[in-house]
Structure formats: structure tokens, C-alpha cells
């Protein structure tokens, strides 16, 4: 997984809450393999009218926004489905960062072990520096994981994050490796849980 | 509807560690997890042993990282595999005609055959809504961890299981090492006394709480669900209020195991059995919350006061009585909620202000993991039986075991008679992804859990309600109280 530590980049104002990942990715595409490009389908509901015309009242389809790597988010952004699809989607067009006042919770430890932050921050700085990003989109914005700032056009302000999900960002951990590192302990709870919990295991039917 | 509502405001939750009161009091919550802890970071993560672990259509994405990684499924025994997604609701004797679903399917099938994974498939019996099939074949049980990568996990801890859905990345660590790192979250106990009226169901509970709480209200937190309207509620009842944690942000929920969890479990194909099965209750008998033990969030309900609910707007928290109107967007005084009912009153085609039971319906659905349980059908077919749909619509039950037993008890003719078709067991137009979708523009009263823009179906537009709610809407052919078409009946 790659590290997260610091990221100046452009952002996208985005302030619709309740973005849930069936808004992310529709479901239609959840039997695409990754290499298909998900990140060319993202956003796909709401970016487009029943015509398939890319409104223009979203901000993510104007120009002035493209390449940016930072989303700025409204509430509760993320939740519904547990599908990581939706991760995959935002990462491959290319964002690393979301900064929203609430995150879905199964969509933020998806996020986590794909390299991406999710930032809480209060609703009114976001809206605050969305304001500025609207005015000059070409200004970079800094999310800093260290010191958990998002700064840029003239502003800074905190978010927060759970101390174990920045731990795994800033060291860029793979859960996987660091679980064989406790493979004693996995052993001995297992053989433990065995004599404590018998009727644990599925019966033959 | 008064609900009283005790807990911090509303709106985003602060991360800030928050130092609990030290004692020897647990939470049902508390219990659970620390049956499961295998060890504690010093970051606060913890790495938890894993009891079930169900994988369906969907987990080809984990077992494609775990192939990358050249490893194998550290526990075959507890993994079980169930086709659910993606299968066809009808005509599926002949086989899959989608070549991409059919290839769905059959990943799944190599997926589970390459490691011994015990596969509940599209010919076998007992096939059916994963969170309909774990419960029903006593593979789901009290005190155990139980994931799955769909976020309706939560649906098992109505038996007092630790139940949560995950993702790709953690559903391949799973298979991997059957054990997965989380952080404890928050306690939150939902209390709901006194008893529910005639026609009012589990659904109508679960929806009064997320409108309440708001859809991200649980955020963070695992909900304990009690009080004597909880415990009134059946084995199906419970499974309908747990599938919903999650529309209420809540990664699981759950209900203290007790003697309806026990009688439903006893002679389950899974389940323990004999004098094991006894010794097994007396373990489950402590799962409880002590009663002096403390919650993070405490939120109260008053079941004599619940009515029948439908949602009309675009996330589960856009719900109201049946009685009452479709919000006004110039009324509202935050600028946010405001331009957010604006886009969902338009994305549903609801003028502001009209009477819910105004709201004409184009079909219904039956079916999902929330509400598709012979309970379910049979709450829905009390409604119908004797009368026509006035609109199309499919039922599609929530298992093979639970179509076989509706077809005993003749509900199937109760539905065929009304006019609806009834179907094979799979998430269907839940999700829509095995092709079961409500047209663009059309109007669906439907059991199930998200009424997310497009989520039945590009341009669908979706009303959640109870099964015997929607069995209303489907006689009336508009929103309707269930009530009054109950009179002289068994309900």
C-alpha cells in the first residue's frame, strides 16, 4: 500500500451529503475487474442526466476541476454498501484524499487499506475553503497527515482521523504482514478458544 | 410520534478518545469482543478471531488478492460461500443467459471448489439471501463473530452474534488468516418499550429509529437493541431491525440471545446438537448486558406510539408516518438540507407538500435480505389474500427453503392470485444487479433497505416500507396505510 504523509494538490468542491457508494459506483459496475478503469465510471448517477449528458450543475464534470486530487465532501459521505469498488473508483481517477464532516464506516477502513484518507473536518471549514476553491480552482490545497491540516488560499484548518487508520496511512502497513507477525498469539487463542468455546464451530449437519 | 432522544447532538461525531469509566460492568458489546480479542496495538487496534465468514459473487475481488499473494484460505471449515448477487430470480432452470453473470456465478463456484469452501449455489437446496441462509441453517449462532463482505451483515446479530460487513481488502485478510484488525467502537444502546399496534412491523421500528438518528446517527458506534417491544419481536423481527443498523451508519447491531433465539436455533442443520446444544445455551444465556453496565449513546422509543412508515425521499432517513405530507424544501432553513430535499424531491418527481397516501405506485417489490422471511410473506400475503394488485409486481422469497415453505402453506397462490409473480430466491431488485430492475421513472413500494437514486435501477425511485405495507400500496395502487385493510383479519 503507498504511504500517505503530505499532498498539495487541486481539489474539488463536491458539497452534496449522503454521497453513498452506490452514488460513487453504481452497482452495474461492481462486475468490472479493477483493470476495466473504474475510475472512468465514477460518480456515474449523479454526474449524468437521464440522457447520459454530464450536468452541469455537478462540479466534478467541469474542467477547471480536472486533475484535482483532493474531493471536498458534504456529510456522511460513503456510507451504504460495503463495496471497496467504490475506493477503487475514486483512487484509479485519481484522487487521494476525501475531506468530509462524516464518513460512512465500513467506506473509511476501505479507504485506509487502499492508500486513500478520509479527513473529518468541521462542515463550516470545508464549505469555508470549497467558497475559495470555487473562486481560483487552479490553487493547490495541502493536506498534511502529520499534522492533520488541510491548508490552502489562505486558510488552515484541523481534521481528524483515528489514531490506527493515520498509524497505517503514514507507514503505508500491510495488514496482511503485520498479522503474520502475531501468528503465535493467532495460534494460541485458537487453541484456547477451542477447549472455551466448543460449540463454536459448525456442527455436521 | 414522540420519540425521545437522549445523546449528544446531532452531526458529525469527534474522533476525540474519550477515557471510559473502568469497571466490571460489560456491555453485550463489550462481551463479544472480548471473547474474540486476540491481542491490542497500543495504537488501540485490535485483532479479532473470526467465527463465519461468508463470501458470495461479489468476494471475487478478495480471493483475486489472495491468489496475487500466492496464499491459501486459512479456514475452509469456516467459510461458506452463498450465490445470492448476481443469480436470476426466474427462468433459471435453463441456466444463466447473461454470459457476464453467469461468469459471475461461476467464479464464485471455482473460488469456493479450489479451497473447500462449502458452497450454498444456484442448484443446491439450500440456497438463498446469504443473511436469509446463515441464520436458517443454524450456521449463524450467538457469540460468535460472524463478517461478510456486505454491509447487511448486521442482520446476524439479532441472535447476539458480532456481526459487520467488510470490504475487499479485509474480506482477503479474512481468507487469509481468519482474523481481522478493528477498533472497539462506541456502545449504543436503542431501548424500545411497550407494544407495537396491529399491522405495525419490525421495519416500521427500524425506519422510526434511522429517522430519528439520522442515517449516519450510529456512526462509529455497534448498537445493542433492547426493551420489551425487542423482545416481543420474533426471530424474523429481529433480523429486519439488525439488517437496518446500517441505513442508520451503525456497522452492526444486535439483540441479546434468549429463549425465542434458542428455540429458533434448536434442531438447525448447523447448530450444535444434543446435550452440546444445551451446554451451548447456558453460554449464550450470559450474553447480556450487565444491568448496571454503560452506553455511549442511549436512545429511547415508545413502540405504542410507532406507526406504519414510509420513506419519500433518496437516503432511509427521508421517512415519515403514512399520515403525513412530503416535506417542503422553502420551509427548511438549513441552506444544505434544503438544496439537498430539492434534489431528492426531484430526483423522486414528489411535489412538496403532497399527501403520502396521494403517491401513486407503478410496482411493488417483495423481497431482500431485510424483509424476505415466511414471517415476511406472510404479513404481506394477510394483506392480499382475496384482493388484486392493482400495479405489477414480483416476489421473490428470501431462500429456496423459505419459497418451498411458503408454497405448503399456499401463499405463493395468495401472491399469483393478486396478480404478482412469484420468483426464485436471490437479492433480486434490492440491487438490481442480476437484471430484476424497476424501469427508469417508475414508482417501486418495496420491502427493502436503500432507496439510494438509482439504486433499483437507473431513474428508479423507491419507497421502503414494511411487507404488509407494501402489500397495501399494491391493492390501493398508492401509498396506503396498512391498517384499515386489516379489519377482521389475522394480521
Known amino acids: 500500500m503507498d504511504k500517505f504523509v503530505r499532498l498539495t494538490a487541486t481539489a474539488c468542491p463536491l458539497s452534496l451529503p449522503n454521497l453513498n457508494t452506490d452514488q460513487i459506483l453504481p452497482a452495474r459496475y461492481l462486475k468490472w475487474p479493477r483493470s476495466k478503469g473504474l475510475g472512468t465510471v465514477l460518480f456515474d448517477d449523479v454526474r449524468l442526466d437521464a440522457n447520459g449528458k454530464p450536468r452541469d450543475d455537478f462540479a466534478f464534470n467541469d474542467e477547471a476541476y480536472r486533475g484535482a486530487k483532493v474531493l471536498l465532501a458534504g456529510r456522511n459521505f460513503g456510507g451504504g454498501s460495503s463495496r471497496e469498488a467504490a475506493v477503487y473508483a475514486l483512487y484509479d481517477h485519481g484522487f487521494r484524499c476525501v475531506v468530509a464532516p462524516s464518513f460512512g464506516d465500513i467506506f473509511s477502513q476501505n479507504a485506509v487499506k487502499n492508500g486513500l484518507l478520509t479527513a473529518i473536518a468541521a462542515e463550516s471549514d470545508i464549505e469555508k475553503l470549497a467558497a475559495l476553491v470555487r473562486e481560483t480552482p487552479s490553487q493547490p490545497v495541502t493536506v498534511d497527515l502529520e499534522k492533520q491540516t488541510v491548508s490552502g488560499n489562505g486558510i488552515s484548518f484541523k481534521f481528524m482521523i483515528d489514531p490506527t487508520s493515520r498509524n497505517q496511512l503514514l507507514n503505508g502497513w500491510d495488514d496482511v504482514d503485520l498479522t503474520e507477525s502475531y501468528r503465535d498469539q493467532v495460534a494460541a487463542f485458537k487453541a484456547k478458544d477451542k477447549t472455551l468455546r466448543p460449540w463454536a464451530a459448525p456442527a455436521k449437519p | ?491
Open chain 2, 1 to 491: 410520534m414522540v420519540l425521545y432522544y437522549c445523546g449528544p447532538p446531532k452531526g458529525p461525531q469527534p474522533l476525540k478518545q474519550t477515557d471510559r469509566k473502568m469497571s466490571k460492568s460489560q456491555t453485550l458489546i463489550d462481551k463479544l469482543w472480548s471473547m474474540h480479542e486476540i491481542v491490542r496495538r497500543d495504537d488501540g487496534a485490535s485483532l479479532l478471531w473470526v467465527d463465519r465468514h461468508y463470501v458470495h459473487e461479489g468476494s471475487f475481488h478478495a480471493f483475486s488478492q489472495m491468489k496475487k499473494r500466492g496464499r491459501n484460505v486459512a479456514e475452509p471449515q469456516l467459510t461458506f460461500g452463498v450465490a445470492d448477487h448476481y443469480v436470476p430470480t426466474r427462468g433459471r432452470d435453463g441456466g444463466i443467459a447473461n454470459p457476464e453473470i453467469a461468469a459471475m456465478v461461476r467464479n464464485l463456484e471455482a473460488n469456493t471448489g479450489e479451497n473447500q469452501i462449502t458452497l450454498f449455489g444456484l442448484r443446491d437446496p439450500r440456497q438463498g439471501i446469504v443473511h436469509v441462509v446463515g441464520p436458517e441453517q443454524g450456521l449463524t449462532l450467538p457469540g460468535l463473530l460472524i463478517v461478510c463482505g456486505d454491509s447487511h451483515t448486521s442482520t446476524h446479530g439479532a441472535f447476539g452474534a458480532y456481526a459487520f460487513g467488510i470490504g475487499a481488502s479485509e474480506v482477503a485478510h479474512v481468507l487469509m488468516t481468519q482474523t481481522l484488525w478493528q477498533k472497539k467502537p462506541k456502545r449504543m444502546r436503542i431501548t424500545v418499550d411497550g407494544t407495537l399496534g396491529t399491522g405495525i412491523a419490525a421495519k416500521d421500528i427500524a425506519l422510526s429509529i434511522i429517522a430519528r438518528i439520522r442515517a449516519d446517527g450510529a456512526q462509529g458506534h455497534a448498537i445493542e437493541f433492547s426493551g420489551s417491544a425487542i423482545r416481543a419481536l420474533s426471530m424474523e423481527g429481529r433480523l429486519t431491525l439488525c439488517n437496518l443498523s446500517i441505513e442508520a451508519g451503525g456497522r452492526c447491531g444486535m439483540v441479546a440471545p434468549d429463549a425465542t433465539t434458542f428455540a429458533y436455533l434448536k434442531g438447525r442443520p448447523f447448530a450444535p446438537k444434543g446435550s452440546d446444544f444445551d451446554r451451548a445455551v447456558e453460554t449464550w444465556s450470559a450474553l447480556i448486558s450487565d444491568a448496571d453496565a454503560s452506553f455511549d449513546r442511549e436512545v429511547l422509543l415508545n413502540a405504542n406510539e410507532i406507526a406504519p412508515i414510509v420513506t419519500w425521499g433518496t437516503t432511509p432517513d427521508d421517512a415519515s408516518p403514512v399520515d403525513g405530507r412530503v416535506p417542503d424544501p422553502a420551509r427548511e432553513s438549513d441552506v444544505t438540507r434544503a438544496k439537498y430535499l430539492r434534489e431528492a424531491l426531484d430526483y423522486m418527481g414528489l411535489a412538496p407538500g403532497t399527501k403520502l397516501t396521494d403517491i401513486a405506485v407503478d410496482r411493488v417489490f417483495i423481497g431482500s435480505c431485510t424483509n424476505s422471511r415466511i414471517e415476511d410473506l406472510r404479513a404481506a400475503a394477510a394483506v392480499l389474500s382475496g384482493r388484486v394488485s392493482k400495479v405489477p409486481g414480483l416476489v421473490s422469497p428470501g431462500s429456496s427453503s423459505v419459497k418451498r415453505q411458503a408454497e405448503e402453506e399456499g401463499l405463493d397462490k395468495i401472491f399469483r392470485d393478486a396478480g404478482l409473480e412469484w420468483a426464485d430466491s436471490g437479492c433480486s431488485m434490492c440491487v438490481g444487479i442480476n437484471g430484476d430492475l424497476v424501469p427508469s421513472g417508475e414508482r417501486c413500494a418495496s420491502t427493502t433497505n436503500r432507496n439510494f437514486r438509482g439504486r433499483q435501477g437507473p431513474g428508479a425511485r423507491t419507497h421502503l416500507m414494511s411487507p404488509a405495507m407494501v402489500a397495501a400500496a399494491a391493492v390501493s395502487g398508492h401509498l396506503a396505510d396498512v391498517r384499515p385493510l386489516l379489519t377482521g383479519r389475522k394480521a
